[in-house]
């Protein structure tokens, strides 16, 4: 079902854990080109500035971006210990709305702070290194389990809209959203899948596109404001898209534009899924008001193809993400299962 070699991967880490390699998302379709960020700002930089993004993603390549780099910190435990905590505080404070990010980092500190004080650096290192990896491998198994419990839901054939981009190049793999929709196809269903072009950076348009093209699953690409439309005619028979952050309530951060979604599927009576790993769920937050949300430059709303599009002097907004509250909802999909919103906080008690 899953194999490794043919389908996207966001990142590779070579076999001796010495390079991290990055597949460039800002330059597709076009181009496929990798950087290998070599140290802490290197990382860094490719989440800011989304030569990777996606919620999972970003944690993977933050995780075992640090992993390569601390093969260049200090020796000495003490300073070492104090290299690898700034290095996280640099790491979280690139994008603020995606939890896996603060997930990953969370578990190389807890993995450090647990070997006894005198540790040394060699031993050090590869604690970060195995946890990372731990990680990344922990999201490819439960996006291939998420696509398991989502797939049934599906309809057999019409259309199915996703928005924005939570497929393998979002993740270590798969996909949540995209992986669904390819279990879909897999299992022999019949659907098309729309996918929102995703304004401003055209993460649809670009990249859902594209690695849906590579896989043989069919795609027709539509501008955000179509959706409406389509739905009245009949055509979409569901809808499902990632998250960045899930609230204890079951309120959804994703992509902007996904809250619109979620009100046109509630007015048309259509189910509108969400795919998301644990990984991605805030039990601390009560709810998604609490969910910080990322505002970026005006650029990327202002310009397109190095060209300004606005009027010089007519400010823009850039909200990169919206909340869906829960009631929009019709399941949140997991690797355990797929859970009505309200039962999420349930659900993880019984998880322990
Ligand atoms: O700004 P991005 O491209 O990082 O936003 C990505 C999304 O909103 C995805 O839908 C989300 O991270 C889920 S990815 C599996």
């Known amino acids: 079902m899953f194999d490794a070699e043919s389908y996207v991967r966001p990142f590779v880490l070579d ?3 010495l390079t991290l390699r990055v597949l460039d ?15 802490v700002e290197a990382v860094a930089v490719a989440i800011e500035d989304l030569y990777v993004r996606g919620a999972p993603a970003i944690a993977c390549v933050a995780a075992l971006g640090l992993a390569v780099c601390v093969r260049a910190f200090d020796d000495e435990p003490l300073r070492f210990r104090a290299q690898l905590e700034q290095a996280c505080v640099r790491l979280s404070n690139t994008r603020p709305t995606a ?8 578990e190389i500190r807890e993995a450090i702070a647990a070997l ?15 946890t990372a990896k731990a990680h990344a491998e922990g999201d490819l198994v439960s996006c291939l389990a998420m696509a398991g419990h989502g797939a049934p839901l599906l309809p057999d054939d019409g259309a199915v809209l996703t928005h924005c981009n939570a497929g393998a190049l979002a993740t270590a793999g798969y996909g949540t959203a995209l992986g669904v929709l390819r279990r879909g196809r897999e299992l022999g269903k019949r659907y ?8 401003p950076v055209l993460q649809g348009a670009r990249l859902t596109a594209w690695e849906l ?9 539509i501008a955000d404001n179509m959706a409406g439309a ?3 005619a009949g055509e979409i028979k569901a809808a499902v898209v990632g998250a960045d952050r899930i609230a204890r309530n079951g309120d959804v ?5 996904t809250f619109t979604v979620a009100v046109l599927c509630k007015h048309h009576g259509i189910p509108f899924y969400v795919a998301a790993p644990w990984t991605t769920i805030d039990l601390s937050l009560p709810s998604g008001d609490e969910i910080p949300i990322e505002q970026r430059k005006p650029t990327e709303v202002m310009c397109h193809g190095g060209k300004q599009l606005t009027p010089a002097g007519v400010g823009v907004r850039n909200p990169a993400f919206d909340v869906t509250p829960a009631a929009l909802i019709t399941k949140i999909i997991t690797e355990t299962g797929a859970y009505d919103p309200q039962e999420i906080a349930a659900a993880a008690s019984e998880r322990g």
């Open 116 to 130: 006894p004080a005198d540790a040394d650096a060699a031993t050090m290192r590869a604690v970060v290194m195995s």
């Open 230 to 232: 389509l739905m009245a």
């Open 15 to 17: 076999e001796a854990g």
């Open 99 to 106: 939890v896996n990010l603060f997930v990953a980092l969370r």
């Open 192 to 199: 098309t899948v729309l996918a929102d072009e995703t304004r």
């Open 253 to 257: 951060a994703n992509k902007i534009g």
């Open 25 to 39: 998302q800002r330059k597709l379709p076009d181009e496929e080109t990798w950087i290998e960020p070599r140290d």
């Open 213 to 221: 093209q590579h896989d043989g699953v069919p795609v027709e690409v």
